[in-house]
């Protein structure tokens, strides 16, 4: 699911980019450019990098939004 549209970053590459070392938003975002354009995306991609940090599954409102997707 993309979390960032600007630059095309999914849920999945934020968990990789955690698992390659990102431990802060800032780290993300300089390796995969997320949040760096409109910003829209900072509040999912934090609960989705946060998820990842605390080694749970995909945050309650990811899971919502692929939901929605999934529906229409
Ligand atoms: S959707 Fe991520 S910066 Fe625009």
Do not use: W, Y
Not at 42 to 49: D, F, I, N, S, Y
């Amino acid at each position: 699911m993309f979390i960032c549209v600007c630059h095309a970053v999914t849920d999945s590459a934020i968990r990789q980019a955690v698992g390659e070392g990102a431990n802060s938003f800032r780290d993300l975002s300089f390796s995969t450019g997320c949040g760096t354009q409109c910003g829209s995306c900072v509040k999912l991609a934090r609960e989705v990098m946060d998820a990842a940090l605390t080694g749970q599954g995909s945050p309650k409102s990811a899971v919502k939004l692929q939901l929605m997707a999934s529906n229409s």
